[in-house]
């Protein structure tokens, strides 16, 4: 009963960021008809890649590079409504005994639009080459897949907003079932001297009542957000971000080998710069 409370409650976030969505189409005169949506260019081909350099990898508020800067890169392509990618990035895992040192990222989904709102149904599998536990030998393996579907939209120039819900029934280390709902914002500035600014925030919650989720991270529901400011020159973003959680607040765990609670889950600031193509 617990946990079909906390799946309703999560809906109900993406609901209202839905519903507010939806208000910024009627305001537009939408209305929710399709025949005034723009007119569809047809399927075409398109591709992207990208190189990072980060001060640290921080995924869901939690630092997954021992604090450390990584390089990261990503490749994807879309046909139509379909997209498919994969994202890759360094690690350190020596905390919990785990010789990881890279972690890939495969991607597929579809995007269909409505009117002025995109929506995003696709699966992400987590993969770690090189895993390898040494000390915690019993724990599970690291690779697992996830679900998701999103809805962004922009309610006025210059501004999107966006709710995604993620979903594992067996999440990171074989942790069991794992909800994650997040919500995003974003407004674009005009053009200064050469660069374009950018500020945008996330905030998200994860909720897990797996006991082997409790011990890994030290605690099983967490509340994790960020803001910044991207600056834009051509290809080029310079990203100034401030990441934090609850996780402090909410941690149970006092074992040694999980450090999560003191070094990976406070507050931080992280610099990333990313060359994107075309």
Known sequence: MAESRRVVNLCGVAGIALLALTSGALADGYEG??????????????????????????????????????LQGSLNVGYGIFYAGVWGSGLDFDSF?????????WTAGIKPTWGPLTFDFGIIYYTY???????????????????????SGSPFANATLGATVYYSDDSFASTGE???????????????GPFTPTISGVLG???????????F?????????????????????????YW??????????????FTCVNDYCGERFVFSATVALP
């Open 33 to 70: 008809s399709i025949k005034d949506a723009p007119k569809d260019e047809g399927r075409k081909f398109t591709y992207s890649f990208s190189i990072t350099g980060t001060s640290d990898y921080v995924f869901r508020g939690i630092s997954q590079t021992d604090n450390d800067p990584t």
């Open 97 to 105: 005994g785990n010789d990881a040192q890279i972690e890939l990222d």
């Open 178 to 192: 794992v909800w994650t709902v997040e919500g995003t914002a974003a407004y674009t500035f005009h053009t200064i």
């Open 217 to 241: 991270n030290g605690f099983d529901s967490y509340t994790y957000w960020n803001a910044g400011l991207a600056l834009t020159v051509d290809k080029l973003t310079f990203d100034f971000r």
């Open 205 to 215: 919650h994860v909720e897990s009542e797996d006991a082997a989720y409790l011990t």
């Open 129 to 151: 080459p090189g895993e390898g536990y040494g000390i915690n030998a019993n724990l599970g393996d690291l690779p697992y897949l996830e679900y998701k579907a999103g809805v």
């Open 244 to 257: 934090d959680t609850d996780g402090a607040e909410n941690a149970t765990s006092t074992s040694p080998g």
